[in-house]
């Protein structure tokens, strides 16, 4: 469980040059691994030891060039209630602004921590330009440089200082689901239909403490949590039309979930927000069912599912080894059907497979279609372990785990799946130096 650091400031002061210098590193590996185009604006990093999510508010406006002040008013809002810690960018080459004047204002109203970085101190002539924005109120500020990096260090040492301790478990071992989606896709009604509308109260402040906010479920021999709910209770308050909205809800619940299901509205497709929170999920290495809702509206023959189903998995490669399920939240269709499966998954995502049966499946597998040579050099992968991790993660040993490529990392994934049942979960596999 991570915390959640927000990017805030006017349109042109570095926001996402910053946001882009903080995930960059651990960002450009992931992409190695998954071979998926990341969404700019979402990353996860770490600084001593400590890891966090990192959003960039701005990256969600279209043309954020002549962005409305009253838009980057309702993103600060929302950050603030929902970042653990929210950096706050200005512009030394500009100076204060009467937009950053607003958001200032914002700001000093939250217990929320926040850091002012004062960015485009390439120099240290530019280090005195700064002190003006003593004047916003927001008391000591970071220069930084996010072009050339400097000071950047000094703010990432100060944000983890600030960023509250998490409870890494929870005392209770209930799997805990987080049903996510794009506006209307049909959550909030999919949880009335779950756990009823007399217990769907609007209690939540925005900005109290949400982690609390876990609703259990205890029905039909069905035990779990959900996560989150209260972002979807907050729903009346905040109009979710931006990307942005979605995404930052999304984020925060499926960050502190097992399993998400992510309903999608069968009426409009899959489409980029659809599978930009599908990303997340498979990123937080979370379970994922894909839950087709509202199939009541749709006319069907025959081939409509297969259909449908065909046109998610493509849109979800290579990680297509997910459970699609077609339900209607209103005539409650496949809804419990959709809870039993993500039951499954949650077993398949802490699913340990011994050391013995592993390698006496996967070493004979292995044999028969070795990784192909590279420059007259010849792979022997010789032993393969499941890493004691909270999520699926492989050892492979070989000679020469240098030359083992993505394709063969993928033949060895869907292998495993095959053979070990990881329906719904997304794994790491290491190919190491025997
Ligand atoms: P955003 O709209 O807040 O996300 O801003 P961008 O990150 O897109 O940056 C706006 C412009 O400022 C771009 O031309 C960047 O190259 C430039 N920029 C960002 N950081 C720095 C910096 O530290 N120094 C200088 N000189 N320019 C910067
Ligand atoms: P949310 O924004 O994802 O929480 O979506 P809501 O639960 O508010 O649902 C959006 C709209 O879709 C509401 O008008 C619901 O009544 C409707 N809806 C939700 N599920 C279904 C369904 O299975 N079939 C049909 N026909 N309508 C649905």
Redesign the pocket.
Known sequence: MSNIVAIV????????????RLIQRREAIVDAISGVTRDRHYGRTDWNGKEFSVI?T??YVVG?DDIFEQEIDKQVELAIGEADAIIF?V?V?TGITGMDEDVAQLLRQTQKPVLLAV????NTKREADAVEFYALGLGEYYT?????GSGTGELLDALVEILPEREEKEEEELPRFAIVGRPNAGKSSFINALIGEDRYIVTDIAGTTRDSNDTRYDRFGFEFNLVDTAGIRRKARVKEDLEFYSVMRSVRAIEHSDVCLLLIDATRGFEGQDQNIFWLAERNRKGIVILVNKWDLVEKDTQTTREFEKLIRENIEPFTDVPIIFISVLTKQRIFKAIETAVEVYKNRSKRIPTRKLNDVMLPIIEHRPPPSNKGKYVKIKFCTQLPTPVPQFAFFANLPQYVKDPYRRFVENKLRENFGFHGVPMDIYFRKK
């Open positions: 400031g006017r349109p042109n002061v570095g926001k996402s040059t910053l946001f882009n960039d701005g990256g954020s960018v512009d080459e960015n485009k101190v390439d930084i440089s996010s072009s050339n």
